[in-house]
């Protein structure tokens, strides 16, 4: 192999690593040294992992994981790979910042959930992704450890909030990534980066543990990867009931890693667009979305367009109470300390401040509006088995840029408005995943979502894999970098 070559294991998809690794056709500390080798090369250009341990120490720990299997103990189908855990989600010995200088020295006791389950299913925990301050806004870049750019152009932005695991995983730094999704944070950066994040039904993924359980139904964290099969393993690994967690659900979560082929002839596909001209978009989104119907028409599928019966500026006014309401209980403690203030990015400064002008009514009915949407959507889901929504209004755009203030000609009144289109599935607590449908003319890439009724995870996944077996986008247009190593 010349020294400008990419080392094969890291072209390796996490299950076909995983297979590997488990035949014996490599071991665990070749699949370790060739990942830290790929990242030392590439990673410094993009910024995608962060808080990365020693090399010696992780080298040590592949070196169990082979012993382990010399003696027929595998922990898991992720026994010996590699794996870099969001920056949001507490890590035990490891750093864990949440991308705020607050938080820049702590060291969690403890695993989240969905950590000690990747930890147990046999992953070796190298470092984090680079997040957003807090995971508020799809931009990725902090005080703390800088921007992440995007893969397909360092000068562009990665997305967000889980904008380092995507561009981790476009570029090859890891084999499969987990990530979190309120605001649209597994699907955007995913669109972006020419992966796969989906973003799973509510309780699907027990989120936490946190203070709160009972009250807190946005955010919910999720698999990334750069096949539907990963994603699906991954979910398997992440999902199922925690009794820390009451409103978790207790499906078998092994069901996601079973084999995902299906005959899609006959499905009724809603194709909800631009919702009538309501979401502004840059040009060449939609209508590069749009044609990548005809891929679903191929498979058989019946694509149509289709609206809800729902006011969508109401469902935004409901979007912003609920988040204000909710960033104002996490980060109110911290504005409440001037000197705390003062290290809040402005973006939550104003979240939290709307959130303290919040009457009880206010979110009451709010969540009112929302329950309304969730019935305007199982209205459109008696007629058509999937909807079908871009995953963004905008392609990538200048890194040093926080946030896009005009889009299509409108002013953006808010630092997420031009990620409106996400909001939707969210708030439903719908299944939802971003595929990959092409580029446009700049070489950037962009995502569509496929949105499935209530809990209907698995048909989600199973769409999701039809369409990537007759697109191969991720395989046939990787970034530039890769190509010409």
Known sequence: M????????????????????????MSCREVMQAYLTHIDRFNPAVNALVSLRPQDVLLREADECDRQLDRGESRGWMHGMPQAIKDLAATAGLRTTLGSPLFANQVPQHDAISVARVRDCGAIIIGKSNVPEFGLGS???????????????????????????????????????????????????????????????QGRVPHGPMPEVFVQQLATEGP?????????????????????????LADEPRDFGLDLQQDCSGLRLGWLGDYNGYLPMEDGVLSLCESALADFSALGCHVEACQPDFSMERLWQSWL?????????????????PQKRALLKPEAQWEIEGGLRLTAAEVYQASVARSEWYRALSELFERYDFLLLPTAQVFPFDAQQAWPRVVGGRTMDTYHRWMEVVIGPTLAGLPSISVPVGFNPAGLPMGLQIIGPAQADRAVLQLAYAHEQLTRWVERRPPACLQSA
């Open 2 to 25: 010349s020294p400008l070559a990419i080392d094969p294991i890291v072209t390796l998809d996490a299950d076909a690593l995983s297979r590997a690794i488990h035949a014996r056709k």
């Open 321 to 337: 109470i609920h988040r204000h309401f909710l960033v104002q209980g996490s980060l109110g403690a911290a504005y409440a300390d």
């Open 139 to 201: 931009q990725t870049y902090n005080s703390v450890f800088g921007t992440t750019s995007n893969a397909y152009d360092p000068s562009l932005i990665a997305g967000g909030s889980s904008g380092g695991a995507a561009v981790a995983l476009a570029l090859r730094l890891l084999p499969v990534a987990d990530g979190s999704d309120m605001m649209g944070s597994l699907r955007n950066p995913a669109a972006f980066n020419n992966v796969f994040g989906f973003r799973p039904s």
């Open 224 to 248: 990334m990867g750069r096949t539907v099969t990963d994603v699906a393993r991954l979910l398997s690994t992440q999902a199922g009931y925690d009794p820390r967690v009451p409103l978790s």
